[in-house]
């Protein structure tokens, strides 16, 4: 490559021996080291030479360390690490400047290297794009000088890093100097051409330009380029002289722009005093905000009434004889290219332009110096109040402003224009075909055929400065009011569909509406507007022109509006009668509605709803809880007490022994056979309205005790306890009339330690002493206690909803005026048949489902 360091090895044979010390000398015109000093020499070392390279004389002196015989072909390598540099305008085919030396026997000894590689170089070249529009087609223009000759056949190619476009064929390019075909390689961004005339020859360090247009598609980089990229490439295979890979000498760059925002404020009494806005394609905030305080704030302030009206009847003058100027004011004058309704821009989109254009002094502003040509005609056929120009001629604007006469600039052209109205447009709608209008904030209008009356004029659409205030309902403005006109100007169905810029606030709780401004007041609309998923605009329908804007309003749920829980059901059995000072809770079933409260969405209000549920269920199931435990303490404090009781009356009547003795065997008896049934049994926790067993009652009167086990099996074991418990035996009464009686507590033997039933919650009463008493005593006296109990009751029946009577239940205190009525789990019919023995407190109830132990019912 021309002008780079290089390796370079001479290949020669020399006719003569080359004795030790011996010099051959190679000259290198244009050969150098970059930036040496004068005098500056580099010594190197090959395989039998030490070289020296003299950089004033452009020579090597290579110096032999051995005898080298004649004809010996040598082949010597000067590295690189001498840092010798080829020459920059080249080196052409067998060029004949280049001579190699030597000195043999006094006799000096020259020729020319008879042969030697071509290095091309390219003496220039440059690459320049129009227009500069990043990311859009462009033209290519390449132009090149190349040392060497260039023939049919020779080929350049171009290697455009970033840029883009589709890959394309039949690139032709015509010039004085040669013809170039080619093809452009989107894949590896590269350009090729080929010079196509085989008779042609392009002499050396000839121009050559190359011009690709912008209709096969190459573009530019989508981003800002900066000028001479260094991956921007040319190289040449011709065979004059070949140039390998090189960068562009110059290359043009791009920049991209975006529309800036930014605020200008007057002081001081200017006829355009107060706050402004600058909008302008730039390539960074600081550069827009530069132009605004600047160059902006200079124009804007030379702005003076007397100058505006001047300027106003100039332009008004092309409307027509009938057309003037609609007067000097704010609206009409202070605006300056980027300031107010002369705005560069409305979005990004709209600085698509061409930086070759140029620059504001000082900025990276780019130079936009033409109107848009759909503002310049509206400023002639706009009418009413906003309308620049009055009685102007229809479609003098148009005919006036046209960018072919070079007053304006096309919208969306690569110049760039100014004139984008952000609050304020007017558009004239064909009654039959319809139209739409758009302002650059987004609101405007869609009409369909058929609906603009043929006398309303020209639609306007105008952003109102001042901010909505809330409603009397309450309800927030959520956008800017827009006025649209003309005022009053009603429509059939369907209707005229408006679009409203809008600001969501995030709340919850609320949805977006329109509202009217009605005689000063903001009103509901009666339409729901709607917005597009796709491009987020929203839209209502309206039947008539006026001010509208976008409101939050707080959902709200009709009055008759209800949300049903799901059901919250209690398994529980039914309730007994119980004692007044502690109520049964009452069980809920079914569903319980609600009306959600006012701004409280539905779905917060069935999250309150089932919590609610939740709540009553977990108070139900700890009100159960609490009466079972309550039952089972007072079962427990209660045998305590009647176990006590009837020891005393049994003292009192001087029954002690044999009694003692009989509770004595019924007790060990109860223990052990209780323990091992209860074993087997399920717990007494399932929720059934019954008694689970009541085998350990034993009833006066011989027969079967109540009991309302769920199962064949649980009423088999209560039978069976019952037969392991006594033996009967007959006996003839005073009457002969035979009757079964039943031994009660037979004998049983004594035990070392008693069974203990896990589930008693009394002290096991002490053991009857041997000896005292005995079966045949016992025997009668029960009958004696069975003839004092008077049976006047049918056999019980443990109904669900409670106990009636137990009067056959055979009691120990049977001493006259002291009888104690059978114990009963529910108020008895009759006031006398209360326990007064027992606290009201105490009293078991049958609530929690099942009795837990018996064992002091005899």
């Known amino acids: 490559v021309a002008a780079q360091v290089s390796e370079i090895t001479l290949r020669v044979t020399l006719q003569f021996p080359l004795l030790p010390a011996a010099n051959i000398t190679l000259t290198l015109p244009w050969f150098h080291v970059r930036d040496a000093a004068v005098g500056t020499t580099v010594a190197f070392q090959t395989a039998r030479f030490n070289g020296k390279w003299l950089n004033d004389q452009a020579r090597v002196e290579l110096v032999a360390r051995a005898l080298i015989n004649a004809s010996e072909p040598l082949e010597i390598a000067i590295p690189s690490t001498a840092a010798i540099r080829l020459p920059e305008r080249g080196l052409s085919t067998n060029q004949q400047d280049l001579l190699v030396s030597s000195v043999y026997a006094g006799a000096f000894y020259q020729v020319a290297v008879a042969k030697s590689e071509p290095i091309g170089i390219f003496k220039s070249s440059a690459l320049t794009f129009h227009p500069k529009v990043v990311g859009q087609p462009t033209m290519v223009k390449l132009t090149f000088r190349l040392a060497s000759e260039m023939v049919a056949g020779d080929s350049v190619e171009v290697f455009l890093d970033g840029f883009g476009g589709a890959s394309v064929d039949g690139i ?14 989107s894949k590896v ?40 990229l260094p991956t921007l490439l040319l190289r040449t295979d011709a065979l004059a002289g070949p140039v390998e890979w090189g960068r562009v000498q110059v290359a043009e760059g791009t920049t991209s722009f975006k529309c800036f925002t930014e605020k200008l404020s007057l002081t001081g009494g200017s006829f355009c005093g107060g706050n402004h806005t600058v909008r302008v394609c730039a390539a960074n905030r600081a550069s827009a905000s530069t132009y605004a305080q600047g160059a902006a704030r200079q124009a804007m302030s030379a702005i003076t009434a007397e100058g505006c009206q001047e300027e106003g009847e100039a332009l008004c003058a092309n409307g027509g004889a009938d057309a003037s100027f609609g007067g000097a004011s704010t609206k009409r004058c202070c605006r300056s290219p980027g300031v107010n309704d002369y705005s560069m821009c409305r979005t990004d989109a709209d600085c698509k332009v061409d930086s070759g254009q140029g620059y504001f002094p000082g900025t990276k502003v780019v130079k936009i110096e033409k109107q848009c040509c759909a503002y ?20 003098s604007g148009s005919a006036h402003c046209s960018a072919a006469e070079g007053v304006c600039a096309a919208d969306g052209s690569v110049a760039g224009c100014y004139g984008y109205p952000f609050g304020f447009v007017s558009a004239k709608i064909d009654p039959a075909s319809g139209g739409s209008a758009r302002t650059a904030s987004g ?5 369909p055929p058929g609906v603009w009356p043929a006398t309303a004029g020209p639609a306007t659409i105008t952003n109102v400065e001042e901010p909505a205030q809330p409603a009397a309902d309450g309800s927030m403005p959520a ?15 369907p209707g005229v569909q408006l679009a409203l810029p809008f600001t969501p606030s995030g709340k919850a709780g609320v949805e977006l509406k329109v509202f009217k401004l009605v005689n000063g007041e903001w009103k509901m609309h009666p339409f729901t507007p709607s917005i597009d998923p796709v491009t987020g605009e929203l839209t209502c329908k309206t039947l008539s022109f006026s001010e509208y804007a976008v409101f939050e309003v707080v959902v709200i749920v009709a009055s008759n509006t209800t949300t049903t829980a799901p059901p919250v059901i209690v398994t529980t059995p039914r309730p007994v009668d119980a004692p007044g000072d502690r109520p049964l809770p009452v069980a809920i079933l079914g569903t319980t509605p609600f009306t959600e409260p006012f701004e409280i969405p539905v779905p917060i209000g069935i999250i309150a709803g089932a919590l609610a549920g939740v709540t009553v269920l977990v108070c139900c199931v700890l009100g159960v809880y609490l009466a079972r435990r309550r039952a089972h303490l007072a079962a427990a404090h209660r045998k305590l007490h009647k176990g006590e009781n009837l020891e005393s009356l049994l003292q009192a009547e001087d029954r002690r022994p044999s009694m003692h003795s009989l509770l004595s065997g019924r007790s060990n008896l109860l223990t052990g056979r209780k323990s091992d049934a209860r074993a087997m049994q399920p717990s007494l926790y399932e929720v059934e309205p019954s008694l689970l067993i009541q085998s350990d009652l034993v009833m006066a009167d011989g027969s079967e005790p109540p009991s309302y086990a769920n199962s064949e099996l649980a009423r088999e074991d209560a039978e069976e306890m019952m037969m392991a418990m006594g033996r009967t035996s007959t006996s003839q009464s005073n009457d002969e009339t035979p009757r079964i009686s039943v031994d009660l507590y037979p004998p049983q033997p004594q035990r070392a330690q008693p069974l203990v039933d896990p589930g008693q919650d009394f002290l096991p009463v002490v053991p009857a002493q041997p000896g005292k008493g005995g079966g045949k005593e016992v025997e009668a006296q029960a009958a004696r206690l069975r003839s004092q109990v008077g049976v006047t009751t049918e056999q019980p029946r443990l109904r669900a909803d409670g106990v009636g009577q137990q009067a056959d ?25 209360t326990d007064d023995d027992m606290p009201s407190v105490l009293k078991p109830s049958m609530h929690a489902g099942a009795l837990d132990d018996q064992d002091d019912i005899i």
């Open 172 to 185: 032709v390019s015509v010039s004085n100097t040669a013809t170039l075909r080619g093809s452009w390689n």
């Open 189 to 228: 961004t590269t350009l090729y051409l080929t010079v196509d005339a085989p008779t042609i020859r392009v002499p050396p360090d000839t121009e050559v330009t190359v011009t690709v247009e912008a209709s096969k598609g190459i573009s530019l980089p989508p981003l800002s380029m900066p000028a001479n």
């Open 376 to 395: 310049c005609a509206d400023l002639l056929d706009l009418v009413g109040d906003n309308a620049y120009c009055r009685a102007a001629a229809p479609g």
């Open 443 to 447: 609101s405007g209008i869609t009409v």
């Open 479 to 493: 956008g800017q009011p827009v006025f649209f006109g003309p005022t009053g100007t009603v429509f059939p169905e």
């Open 809 to 833: 239940m055979m009691m120990g205190d049977q001493t006259p005026g002291r009888e104690s009525p059978a114990p009963s789990f529910a108020p008895s019919s009759d006031a006398e048949d």
